[in-house]
C-alpha cells in the first residue's frame, strides 16, 4: 500500500511528472531542432565521407544518453514524496503502527517502480526516434541486454538517489539538488559533447560516475550494430577510437571495460549505495 501510496501520488502531480522528464525533453528538443544536424555534420567532417549511416548512429548514440538520463531524474522526482512527507504527513506516519522500516522501503521501492516506468517509456520513445531516423530495432538477442540495461540503469540510479535524498530535508533543497542534476547530467553522460574531446581530468570524473555505465550499456545495444556497417572495411583502431571519443566503451589505461564490466559496476554501485542508505537512515533514527 505504501508502495502503491508514493506511485500514485507521483503520477497523478503533473508537475512532478514533467520537471522529472524536462531533462529529457530539453534533450530531444535540442537534438531534434539543431545539435543532430550539428554532430552529424561534425562526423562527417571527422570522417571524410557522407553516409546514410551518420545520421542513425548519432540518434542512437544521444537516445542511449537520454535514456540513461531519465534513469536517474524518474527516481529522484519520485522521491519529492519522501521529502515532502517530513512534514505533516511524516509526523503522522511516524506516530502510526506502521514501522520506519516499512516506511523507508515503500519510498525506496516506490522511486524505483515510478524510475523503471519513466526510463521505459523514454526508451520506447528513443526506439522510435532512431527507427525514423533510418535506424533498426535491436535483435532479439539483444533484447535480454536491454533488459538487463535497464534494470540495473534502474536500481543503480534509485539507490545513489535515496542516499543522497537522505540528506535533504526541504522542498528548497529538493528543487536545487533537481536543478543540479538536470543541468549536470546530459554533461556527465556525454550527450551534448563527446566525452573523449573533454579535458582529461573531466573524462576520469565521467568514467567514474556509476550511471555513466548505463549510457555506455544502453550506447553499445542501440548503436553498435550500424557503427560497424559505418565503419566496415575501416581500420579496427578506427572504430575503437569512435566508440572511446562517444563513450561507448570506458578504458582504464590499458583496459576497456566491457558490456559485462559495465553492468558489474552497476551492479557494484547498487550494493554500496543501498548499505550506505540503511546506515544513514538507522542513523537518523536516532
Known amino acids: 500500500m505504501l508502495i502503491k501510496r508514493n506511485v500514485l501520488l507521483f503520477f497523478r502531480d503533473k508537475a512532478s511528472v514533467f520537471f522529472s522528464l524536462l531533462g529529457t525533453l530539453i534533450i530531444l528538443m535540442l537534438y531534434i531542432l539543431f545539435l543532430g544536424n550539428m554532430m552529424e ?47 505533516t504527513a511524516g509526523r503522522d506516519f511516524f506516530t502510526s503502527p506502521i514501522s520506519r522500516g516499512k516506511l523507508t522501503r515503500g519510498y525506496m521501492l516506490g522511486s524505483a517502480v515510478v524510475g523503471l516506468v519513466m526510463t521505459l517509456v523514454t ?71 563527446p566525452i573523449g574531446t573533454m579535458p582529461a581530468a573531466v573524462q576520469w570524473v565521467i568514467r567514474l560516475f556509476p550511471m555513466s555505465h548505463a549510457a555506455a550499456m544502453f550506447r553499445q545495444i542501440m548503436a553498435d550494430g550500424p557503427l560497424e556497417a559505418l565503419f566496415a572495411g575501416a581500420p579496427p583502431e578506427y572504430l575503437q577510437n569512435f566508440r572511446e571519443v562517444y563513450g561507448i566503451v570506458y578504458t582504464y589505461g590499458d583496459y576497456t571495460g566491457s558490456f559485462w564490466f559495465s553492468a558489474a559496476v552497476l551492479a557494484g554501485f547498487t550494493l554500496v549505495f543501498y548499505f550506505l542508505s540503511v546506515v544513514v537512515v538507522r542513523k537518523q533514527r536516532g
Not at 533498426?136 to 545513489?160: H, K, W
Open 123 to 193: 526508451l520506447v520513445i528513443s526506439m522510435a526516434y532512431i527507427a525514423i531516423s533510418g535506424g533498426g530495432l535491436p535483435e532479439l538477442g539483444d533484447l535480454g541486454r536491454l533488459a538487463l540495461t535497464l534494470v540495473l540503469s534502474v536500481l543503480c540510479a534509485n539507490s545513489m538517489m535515496f542516499l543522497i535524498t537522505a540528506f535533504v530535508k526541504t522542498d528548497a533543497a529538493f528543487s536545487a539538488l533537481s536543478a543540479l542534476f538536470g543541468s549536470m547530467l546530459g554533461f556527465i553522460m556525454g550527450v551534448f559533447i
Open 41 to 87: 555534420e561534425g562526423l562527417r567532417q571527422t570522417l571524410g565521407f557522407d553516409s546514410d549511416l551518420i545520421r542513425p548512429v548519432m540518434a542512437s548514440i544521444v537516445m542511449a544518453g537520454m535514456v540513461a538520463v531519465t534513469s536517474v531524474s524518474g527516481c529522484l522526482g519520485a522521491l519529492e514524496t519522501r521529502v515532502a512527507d517530513r512534514g
